[in-house]
């Protein structure tokens, strides 16, 4: 969405939210709640006249240095669409491949391929292609200044790896949504830091591989045991599943038809799927500790399911910060702490005590740590957003396939399909394609493709192997939708990084020369 429609539709968000909050204004709310609040009467706090929306636990210097981030990385995007279509009025001009390329440096940072300017008198400019370069030229330059990016607030972030450990985890495997809209969950709605102990893995609908999670966890105990850490420290998994409160039939989760109850049967039957796996096969004192979240994408508010005593998770008993935003807007810190603190152990007394493995405080002051953490993003919705996100929906500018590009987490940056093989990940890939239906293709946009695996350095051979799946892996996707292939309304690229960070991201190209161009 360029600048100026997402400026008009924040301003309508804006009226519509402040109108509905005028007639629901002074309804109650419920910190542990079996019903959502819904629809617009329900933000968790609208600015205007004589009323604060300024809460005493939020960070509003990192707030303010997440925001120049997020404009600093949707400018380079949105700036492609502006620069094509100012291009495109003057295809026909004598120098035109000189103005093109002049304006590319000067407005994006890079140039254009020549050969897709040099006959543009004689059949025009093939826009599509030139929208693909620029989007992955945008996203490898996103990645070679990230640390430049992110410096202002990746340290700021209040939950850092001493806080997962205090609670009693060395390891916190995250499995969202694959929906862009919860690509910011680390560092905006979580105020999370990116480390060794957070394992983040994207699937549509939440739907992880509970085989691979196996996997995962395997591995983390096996070198939690060679390293020698802290046997005390426990392994939690984490499943996000979304919606949205105010348009729920149609802009909740994809891969779920928008059935909000359906996203929360799916995630919970996951999680005590990979509970099962793991205490058939190593013992039920092995199995790691579970919890589910809700996220509101309309707010970035969260919900918190934690297990009741027995291990069971419940989808109508939760705590809401959104609701907890409402309650202590008003107070003084310490008094609005102790408030959150009373709310989550008056919900864990309704629940009998909480189905961990001897670490029921540590799930506490984590889910608390989360819970204050965001409600410093919901007051970043309502001081940049009007209270609610003007776009509800999907606004995403690429696909990456294989692997997280985990140095970009931004809301609605791209759409991720965690695969090894297309056969093995076509519901998320298919789910991706009927999005950027609606995002691109209908204005005869392409869909952008980065397939992108990391590999491990210190395995020799390990780069060669992932360029070889990067390049499989995108053949079988043009071979998969041939028809938006054949109509250049597909573009794919292939990328590959070092685990280790020694090479952040080389494109490697569809076959032939390896590029490894940053």
Same mark, same amino acid.
């Given at each position: 969405?360029?600048?100026?429609?997402?400026?008009?539709?924040?301003?309508?968000?804006?009226?519509?939210?402040?109108?509905?909050?005028?007639?629901?204004?002074? +309804?109650?709310?419920?910190?542990?709640?079996?019903?959502?609040?819904?629809?617009?009467?329900?933000?968790?706090?609208?600015?205007?006249?004589?009323?604060?929306?300024?809460?005493?636990?939020?960070?509003?210097?990192?707030?303010?240095?997440?925001?120049?981030?997020?404009?600093?990385?949707?400018?380079?995007?949105?700036?492609?669409?502006?620069?094509?279509?100012?291009? +495109?009025?003057?295809?026909?001009?004598?120098?035109?491949?000189?103005?093109?390329?002049?304006?590319?440096?000067?407005?994006?940072?890079?140039?254009?391929?020549?050969?897709?300017?040099?006959?543009?008198?004689?059949?025009?400019?093939?826009?599509?292609?030139?929208?693909?370069? @620029?989007?992955?030229?945008?996203?490898?330059?996103?990645?070679?200044?990230?640390?430049?990016?992110?410096?202002?607030?990746?340290?700021?972030?209040?939950?850092?790896?001493?806080?997962?450990?205090?609670?009693?985890?060395? !390891?916190?495997?995250?499995?969202?949504?694959?929906?862009?809209?919860?690509? @910011?969950?680390?560092?905006?709605?979580?105020? !999370?830091?990116?480390?060794?102990?957070?394992?983040?893995?994207?699937?549509?609908?939440?739907?992880?591989?509970?085989?691979?999670?196996?996997?995962?966890?395997?591995?983390?105990?096996?070198?939690?045991?060679?390293?020698?850490?802290?046997?005390?420290?426990?392994?939690?998994?984490?499943?996000?599943?979304?919606?949205?409160?105010?348009?729920?039939?149609?802009? @909740?989760?994809?891969?779920?038809?928008?059935?909000?109850?359906?996203?929360?049967?799916?995630?919970?039957?996951?999680?005590?799927?990979?509970?099962?796996?793991?205490?058939?096969?190593?013992?039920?004192?092995?199995?790691?500790?579970?919890?589910?979240?809700?996220?509101?994408?309309?707010?970035?508010?969260?919900?918190?399911?934690?297990?009741?005593?027995?291990?069971?998770?419940?989808?109508?008993?939760?705590?809401?910060?959104?609701?907890?935003?409402?309650?202590?807007? /008003?107070?003084? +810190?310490?008094?609005?702490?102790?408030?959150?603190?009373?709310?989550?152990?008056?919900?864990?007394?309704?629940?009998?005590?909480?189905?961990?493995?001897?670490?029921?405080?540590?799930?506490?002051?984590?889910?608390?740590?989360?819970?204050?953490?965001?409600?410093?993003?919901?007051?970043?919705?309502?001081?940049?957003?009007?209270?609610?996100?003007?776009?509800?929906?999907?606004?995403?500018?690429?696909?990456?396939?294989?692997?997280?590009?985990?140095?970009?987490?931004?809301?609605?940056?791209?759409?991720?399909?965690?695969?090894?093989?297309?056969?093995?990940?076509?519901?998320?890939?298919?789910?991706?394609?009927?999005?950027? !239906?609606?995002?691109?293709?209908?204005? @005869?946009?392409?869909?952008?493709?980065?397939?992108?695996?990391?590999?491990? +350095?210190?395995?020799? /051979?390990?780069?060669?192997?992932?360029?070889?799946?990067?390049?499989?892996?995108?053949?079988?996707?043009?071979?998969?939708?041939?028809?938006?292939?054949?109509?250049?309304?597909?573009?794919?690229?292939?990328?590959?990084?070092?685990?280790?960070?020694?090479?952040?991201?080389?494109?490697?190209?569809?076959?032939?020369?390896? !590029?490894?161009?940053?």
């Amino acid at each position: 969405m360029n600048t100026h429609k997402r400026q008009m539709a924040l301003r309508r968000a804006r009226d519509t939210v402040a109108h509905a909050m005028a007639v629901a204004r002074g +309804s109650g709310a419920h910190t542990v709640s079996s019903a959502a609040p819904q629809g617009l009467a329900h933000p968790a706090c609208v600015p205007g006249p004589g009323r604060s929306c300024e809460h005493p636990l939020v960070d509003r210097d990192l707030n303010a240095a997440l925001h120049r981030y997020e404009q600093t990385i949707r400018g380079r995007f949105e700036a492609i669409e502006e620069v094509l279509r100012a291009l +495109s009025a003057r295809q026909h001009d004598q120098d035109f491949a000189h103005q093109a390329q002049s304006m590319s440096e000067q407005r994006l940072g890079f140039r254009w391929p020549d050969e897709a300017l040099d006959n543009a008198w004689v059949s025009g400019v093939d826009m599509a292609r030139l929208y693909a370069h @620029g989007t992955f030229r945008a996203i490898g330059r996103c990645i070679e200044r990230v640390d430049a990016d992110q410096a202002p607030w990746r340290t700021r972030l209040p939950v850092q790896p001493d806080v997962l450990r205090s609670c009693g985890y060395h !390891t916190v495997d995250i499995s969202p949504c694959a929906d862009g809209r919860l690509q @910011g969950l680390l560092p905006f709605i979580l105020r !999370t830091a990116a480390n060794e102990g957070v394992l983040l893995k994207a699937y549509a609908g939440a739907l992880f591989d509970i085989e691979n999670d196996v996997s995962d966890w395997s591995q983390r105990q096996l070198e939690r045991i060679v390293a020698g850490h802290d046997p005390r420290l426990d392994y939690l998994k984490v499943a996000v599943y979304h919606f949205s409160s105010s348009s729920a039939c149609d802009q @909740g989760c994809a891969a779920h038809g928008s059935q909000d109850h359906v996203a929360i049967a799916e995630a919970i039957a996951r999680l005590q799927g990979l509970h099962h796996a793991v205490a058939e096969q190593f013992g039920p004192d092995m199995a790691p500790d579970l919890m589910l979240m809700g996220l509101d994408t309309d707010l970035d508010a969260i919900r918190i399911h934690l297990p009741d005593a027995l291990g069971r998770i419940h989808a109508d008993r939760f705590l809401d910060s959104a609701s907890l935003y409402r309650e202590t807007v /008003g107070m003084e +810190s310490r008094r609005a702490l102790d408030h959150i603190r009373q709310a989550i152990a008056g919900h864990v007394n309704d629940l009998g005590g909480l189905g961990t493995r001897g670490n029921e405080q540590g799930m506490q002051a984590l889910a608390g740590a989360w819970l204050v953490a965001n409600l410093s993003q919901i007051e970043y919705v309502i001081e940049h957003h009007a209270g609610r996100y003007a776009v509800i929906g999907h606004d995403e500018h690429f696909i990456c396939a294989g692997d997280l590009l985990e140095q970009l987490q931004l809301r609605n940056q791209f759409y991720y399909a965690h695969l090894d093989t297309v056969e093995e990940g076509a519901a998320d890939l298919d789910v991706g394609v009927r999005i950027f !239906t609606g995002l691109n293709t209908r204005r @005869g946009l392409p869909l952008p493709v980065l397939v992108h695996f990391a590999y491990a +350095s210190a395995v020799p /051979g390990s780069r060669e192997r992932a360029v070889q799946r990067g390049r499989r892996v995108a053949a079988a996707v043009q071979a998969r939708y041939p028809d938006l292939h054949a109509r250049g309304l597909l573009q794919c690229e292939v990328a590959v990084s070092d685990r280790r960070g020694r090479e952040p991201l080389s494109f490697v190209g569809l076959g032939g020369q390896d !590029t490894r161009s940053h």
